[in-house]
């Protein structure tokens, strides 16, 4: 299938700037152009690739100002990365998508399972569990019995929900388990990506709020709680029993200790570690332990000087004592 | 299955506050009590609860003294969590529980499996591989071949044990691949998580001892071993040919340098980097590299004030010069 | 079968000090030697183990001066670490090998598989995903639609291939997702270790090149391009579009921020967070924020004096004050 510049400027709402009749029946990303390709900027470090690009069509966001003219055609929007989202979905929603439960798959006679729902080769789901309608769960993926998945949900390969939480008791012999007892709540529009791992609750519920999106390789253990809207990068963990609030952003490799809560909009910097609770709706958090951004930054410019810091005090101390005899 | 607070206490040696007939069927954490619900309170943070829990009946340590009067019924004794651990383990004891080698696993021909074995589908246990009695594995988890399991052991789903070791010796062109050809040895009574890898040792064994429980998504390296009732916390990373002591405790998201060796009952904080051998029985370390945690708590609250620090010391060296120049 | 040193010195042409006529049938680890097996002594903070290790061979650099008279027979080497490297090689060569798709593996009609290839049960091969020739993918794999993996390829078990990348847009009422309509693509001679995900690129291609060495659960991220053996090592993770050069050495547990470019021959420490791009050829650096390892450690050194150095300042400076009163 072939579109016009005109009839995609059409679709987003934008500006052509160059020939209305160029087609493309592709995506590219602009520093791989090729004819017949549309590309998007947005990110202002690739700027200089809009002047060499091959692509027929770049969206471009309408305040960019270029230096000199380009070859390829332009489509002016406001937001070019909403715009080509927004192409990417109706491409996607073009193509055929598999439905249905794969015969390869196991399912629980005990297990509820809604419209409209894709699982997967390989994929166990345990007794008791329930799966909301149009949810997709690619293969390869475990979900231990009684666990709630709602509707809209994406899991992808390997991720593992429910398995036990991680609690012992030590006594003199070694440690006795603490039989976890509780389930995995995801609510609707979760997406978790691949490898991921949510464990069951001792009692009660592990809850994933609905929008949330968690990346790769994921840590959430038992008891704890993310707030609505809230994303995660991969490799993320979070120890038992905390809560994280709404529409939070956390940075890849961070880690929480367990028990302590987050606020809303809390912005947590990658491989930070945040080991008490947080207060402020906004507030941005970078380090281990984690602290203010701006401080973080500041302190680890200064920490190559310590050595240099450390010699000088000596040198302060000696010629201080040198003035005190000299009086 | 009802019981009342009397039969509950006889069963945990306890003592009744309260109303001796009050029934529980089913279990609560604190903060979500409701009637008929048996709750525990063992982490002080969470004491006021007590006063407001719906739960039926609570279980708390002796010495807690409560500023106020409870609606609820207590049940007194010496350690609530272990007392909770215990109804649990009976709880979970009365469930029926799934045994035998599901269909859909995959179990090499020249694998030994014990009595009262479950492996669960799409688990793959390949050639010579040896599984001891009363061990559980569940779905999607890969024991290559050669490797040995023991008694008692859970391996939560998606878990790889004796993924080849990562051994690589470079050349002109490139890398080539050391064969590894040892395997993993898992002894009794251990506990792994879900998407845990244990690789093989180059040759020799792998070893985690008996009773060590570890977290989901750890990497235990080529020719490592864990001693006896060690613990770790998820995404712990051990570095080829480390060597953990017994009873040590390890925080999540911790890394461990290869070829070193851990004393017993050491134990290191989450997000720590321990790049040496440790000495000592009972020693605690935490930072990267990991230090004793009283040196890293107090060099972090200086952290902040560190720019200041360079400012000052800029001053003081500007004074001395006038000081010395009026003399 | 059996060989003796005078057969293995041909083979790795190396020269035998002791009986020529010494025979093994195994491999073992110089500290857990025993009659009839082959080491080897090649990290030199094992050297105490030559005079007591019961194997009847090891494998020695040519240079290592011993102090006393062994009982076990030497075979003097240049390298003793790639010789034992080919010994294992040639070891491994005369097992039997699995090859062929597993009829409990999933592959889709539309993909095309090689020649010589293994792969593995419960492992999922999706739409149009090409694997080349002496493939090698163990179970519980899931490669999705339309990826590309070379030849002398080596995944191993639970790893997920092209998942979608992490891609939303905020709006008003949460996340829109961004379909990753790309692929990825794995190039010859690479392995990579267990339960590691490699997403698919929003549109393009995430790229491991020829020879790159990946370990067990890694995160590389959409768009991201890992350049000619280059060799990371577990629980590394990188963000979108993030490029590493040829010929890195990455240790475990490392990040790397989003859209960054690191040059070839870099050398990355284990934890490190690095958040811009590397220019030199051969750099190394450490730390989070990454820096060069020579200041990253003095700076750790001096760490612990820190607060003796803030209650220093306060006392010069108070000092100082008097002297300055007092003149």
Same mark, same amino acid.
């Given at each position: ?15 052509? *700037? ?22 998007? =900027?947005?990110?202002?470090?690739? !700027? ?7 692509? @027929? ?8 100002? +270029? ?25 996607? @929603?073009?193509?055929?998508?598999k439905t249905g439960v794969d015969p390869l798959a196991f399912v629980a006679p005990s297990a509820k399972i809604g419209k409209n729902v894709y699982i997967g080769p390989f994929t166990f789901i345990g007794e008791n569990v ?94 704890? *709680? ?11 963990? +979070? ?66 000087? =310590? ?5 000088? !005090?000596?040198? +302060? ?5 040198? =003035?005190?005899k000299s009086k």
């Amino acid at each position: 299938m072939e579109f016009t510049a005109k009839q995609i400027a059409e679709y987003v709402q934008g500006r052509v *700037e160059g020939n209305e009749n160029a087609t493309i029946n592709t995506f590219a990303k602009i520093e791989d152009g090729k004819e017949g390709a549309i590309s998007f =900027l947005s990110n202002p470090k690739y !700027i200089h690739y809009i002047y060499e690009t091959k692509s @027929s069509i770049v969206l471009i966001n309408e305040d960019v100002e +270029l230096e000199k003219p380009v070859q390829t055609t332009l489509i002016r929007v406001k937001n070019a990365y909403e715009c080509v989202a927004r192409l990417l979905q109706l491409y996607e @929603s073009m193509k055929p998508k598999k439905t249905g439960v794969d015969p390869l798959a196991f399912v629980a006679p005990s297990a509820k399972i809604g419209k409209n729902v894709y699982i997967g080769p390989f994929t166990f789901i345990g007794e008791n569990v329930q799966i909301g309608d149009d949810t997709r769960i690619y293969p390869n993926v475990t979900i231990y019995d009684g666990c709630q998945i709602g509707q809209r949900v994406t899991i992808h390969a390997g991720t593992v929900i429910g398995a036990d939480g991680f609690g012992f008791a030590p006594n003199a012999a070694g440690y006795e388990k603490i039989p976890q007892i509780g389930i995995v709540i995801i609510e609707d529009d979760v997406e978790i990506g691949a490898n991921t791992c949510i464990d069951r609750s001792t009692m009660g519920q592990t809850v994933i709020h609905k929008g949330v999106k968690l990346d790769n390789l994921i840590q959430v253990a038992h008891n704890c *709680e993310i707030g609505e809207n809230t994303v995660m990068s991969a490799q993320v963990g +979070l120890a038992g029993s905390t809560k994280i609030g709404a529409w939070c952003m956390v940075g890849g490799q961070a880690g929480f200790s367990g028990h302590i809560k987050i606020a809303d909009k809390t912005f947590i910097g990658a491989q930070s570690g945040v080991i008490s609770n947080t207060k402020g709706n906004g507030e941005q958090l970078i380090g281990a332990p984690a602290i203010d951004p701006k401080i973080f930054f500041k302190a680890q410019a200064v920490m190559k000087k =310590l050595p240099d810091m450390y010699r000088e !005090i000596g040198m +302060l101390r000696k010629e201080i004592e040198e =003035l005190k005899k000299s009086k």
